[in-house]
């Protein structure tokens, strides 16, 4: 079975800066897509930030471009997702998900096939 696990968040002042780890495992796809999703309560999951790993193709939410860098190590397994620059608007549970995938365009939210647990971040 394919897990993610979320580690990495944490409660910070506006300013600072996080780096958010997933580490997974039980993946044997050479070509997916994987991605970093945050939920505040009452609103719906938003994808902050996605990778693929053909084409090193990223992509971002406009929220947090500039601030915000997704990368990935399949060596070892892990993609982070570091955050600098943190406002209290990036409040929220932070999750990482990942698709068996293959084309150009980037996942709609409920293509993703795996998800983490989520780690929460809270920015006061």
């Known amino acids: 079975d394919v897990q993610l696990v979320e580690s990495g968040g944490d409660s910070v002042q506006a300013g600072s800066s996080l780096r958010l780890s997933c580490k997974y495992s039980?993946?044997?796809?050479?070509?997916?897509?994987m991605a970093w999703f945050r939920q505040i309560p009452g609103k719906e999951r938003e994808r902050v930030a996605a990778i693929t790993t053909g084409s090193g193709a990223t992509d971002y939410a406009d929220s947090v471009k500039g601030r915000f860098t997704i990368s990935h190590d399949a060596a070892v397994n892990t993609l982070w997702l570091e955050m600098n620059n943190l406002q209290p608007e990036d409040t929220g549970i932070y999750y990482c998900a990942a698709v068996n995938w293959a084309w150009l365009r980037f996942p709609r939210t409920d293509e993703f096939q795996h998800w983490g647990q989520g780690t929460q971040v809270t920015v006061s």
């Open positions: 039980g993946w044997h796809y050479t070509g997916y897509c």
